[in-house]
């Protein structure tokens, strides 16, 4: 994060010097007051929605819709307490219902529950990344801008963009399980990993074309 | 149909509470200060991620980028006015929807390029705003792999949304 921040404003206002170096500081402190115009209406959202999911977490709902989705997030979060599995719970159902503001405050108590220690876990970062590549069941906001613009078929893209943001996260999942481990003392790098993981592979291949072709003669290879 | 879903989640909710015997006043109460707290912690976040924005747009980064990044995508086939929207989508979910309206103005509706922006912009998420306020109530301040994985994610979206655009 650090990296991508100082970049884009290090080439940003490289650029600024050279074709308008009056405009520096002003964009930046503009960038602020959008920030705090977005944090008002964040805080409506959230005061809302907050007090939503407090009548569901007093009345228990929230347990209850934990429980229905058990089966799927126990094995996707491995090891999470019953209140991480709660908020988890009501991070992924809003956001595939398209509750977008009951998601997020639900996603932040989910990640602060989920901390262990001084780096972020696996897990934590599974929850980062399910949500970033979120599937959306109704694109709603889109399929009316695409109504109110004289489509003929406005809702002809939910099935191109279920598909397409399905295989997203999908594949998110499995490279979040892939590169993303706990408790490694000397990580190796994406590169190291991915070689290994090739090693591997080519490694199995061969074991399973010797063993068809020598008929088991080197079984129990490593 | 879909515009009731969400209000009538709501009253059924309400009237569950009033079964359950559960203080509704006073569960807005407690709503609206966590609400108050939770947007002093994700303030910072927003702030530092908004300054970045505005300036990759008013230094035109953003575009010099897209019509460089416009050559390789289109090796992927993703059309050259896709590669802007591409680069705005994991900052900025209202800029995301700006430049859907302006691609749609131009080309049409139902035009090959406004059907991929609509999907692009419907399967995707604000990356970088994500990853940030997530992490607002927590001590440990950097990801180990969410944020590349999730841009990874979102080009392989983008390709195949804009595959699809053209047998669907």
């Not at chain 2, 109530?137 to 392989?156: D, E, G, Q």
Request: with cysteine; aromatic share 6%; proline share 4%.
């Amino acid at each position: 994060m650090n990296l991508v921040f100082t970049a884009i404003v290090l080439v940003s206002s490289i650029i600024l010097i050279f074709t308008n170096p009056s405009e520096v500081f002003p964009s930046m402190i503009e960038g602020v007051g959008g920030a705090i115009d977005l944090c008002f209406k964040l805080c409506a959202i959230y005061a809302v929605w907050l007090s939503v999911l407090k009548i569901m977490e007093k009345t228990g709902l929230d347990s209850g819709l934990a429980r229905l989705l058990r089966p799927v997030i126990r094995r996707l979060f491995k090891g999470e307490s019953d209140e991480s599995e709660k908020w988890i719970s009501v991070n992924l159902a809003s956001n595939m219902l398209g509750m977008g503001g009951a998601s997020t405050p639900a996603g932040i108590k989910a990640m602060a529950s989920m901390e262990k220690g001084a780096k972020a876990t696996a897990n934590m970062d599974l929850l980062v990344v399910i949500n970033a590549t979120s599937i959306q069941l109704i694109p709603a906001t889109i399929i009316a801008l695409r109504a109110s613009a004289g489509s003929g078929n406005p809702s002809s893209i939910i099935a191109p963009t279920l598909i397409s943001s399905t295989i997203a996260t999908v594949v998110g999942v499995v490279l979040t399980k892939l590169f993303s481990k706990d408790n490694e003392d000397n990580k190796p790098s994406i590169t190291q990993k991915l070689k290994m993981k090739l090693h591997d592979f080519i490694k199995r291949l061969k074991t399973k074309n010797s063993t068809k072709s020598k008929n088991k003669k080197s079984g129990g290879r490593p | 149909m879909s515009i009731y879903i969400l209000p009538v989640i709501i009253v059924a909710l309400f009237l569950y509470a009033i079964v359950k015997r559960v203080k509704v006043y006073d569960c807005f109460l407690e709503g609206g200060r966590e609400g108050l707290a939770l947007v002093k912690g994700v303030f910072p976040y927003v702030a530092t991620i908004y300054i970045a924005i505005v300036l990759f747009k008013v230094s035109g980064l953003s575009h010099h980028l897209a019509t460089a990044l416009s050559v390789p995508m289109g090796y992927l086939g993703i059309p050259p006015e896709i590669t802007e929207l591409m680069m705005l989508v994991p900052i900025s979910g209202s800029g995301t929807i700006a430049l859907v309206e302006e691609v749609i103005a131009e080309f049409g509706v139902d035009s090959y390029v406004a059907k991929c922006a609509s999907v692009v912009a419907g399967g995707s998420e604000t990356i970088f705003y994500i990853s940030a306020v997530y992490l607002s109530k927590c001590k440990v301040k950097h990801l180990n792999r969410a944020i590349p994985i999730s841009l990874f994610c979102t080009l392989l979206g983008t390709v195949i949304g804009c595959a699809l655009c053209r047998v669907m």
